[in-house]
């Protein structure tokens, strides 16, 4: 993860000066979001991502099939799931999730 939020773009939310979380994009590719533990479910999250649909008409990523949480907020958010594949670094199955600007 840290080798590809390097080739990102990171967009960074912060309050009183200290960082909440970020997003990467790499061209429509969001490479990550990350929120810290304390703030997660304060609206973070989809302002990144809002902040992100702003800037692109289509959006993909993948998610582990495990992370339940992160693929409902995905869904909320408008995402759809394309397909399954398979991480063969972390041997994770995981989805492919696209949103498309309408």
Same mark, same amino acid.
């Given at each position: 993860?840290?080798?590809?939020?390097?080739?990102?773009?990171?967009?960074?939310? &912060?309050?009183?000066?200290? %960082?909440?979380?970020?997003?990467?994009? /790499?061209?429509?590719? %969001? &490479?990550?979001?990350?929120?810290? /533990?304390?703030?997660?479910?304060?609206?973070?999250?989809?302002?990144?991502?809002?902040?992100?649909?702003?800037?692109?008409?289509?959006?993909?990523?993948?998610?582990?099939?495990?992370? %339940?949480?992160? %693929?409902?907020?995905?869904?909320?958010?408008?995402?759809?799931?394309?397909?399954?594949?398979?991480?063969?670094?972390? &041997?994770?199955?995981?989805?492919?999730?696209?949103?498309?600007?309408?």
């Amino acid at each position: 993860v840290k080798e590809l939020l390097l080739q990102a773009t990171v967009y960074v939310y &912060e309050d009183n000066q200290e %960082i909440q979380g970020f997003i990467g994009l /790499n061209d429509e590719y %969001i &490479e990550g979001i990350f929120v810290s /533990n304390e703030m997660q479910s304060h609206g973070i999250g989809k302002a990144l991502l809002n902040y992100a649909k702003n800037k692109r008409s289509k959006l993909f990523l993948n998610v582990y099939q495990k992370n %339940i949480r992160a %693929i409902a907020f995905y869904q909320r958010e408008g995402f759809e799931i394309q397909h399954s594949g398979f991480d063969e670094a972390t &041997e994770e199955k995981e989805y492919v999730m696209e949103w498309q600007q309408k």
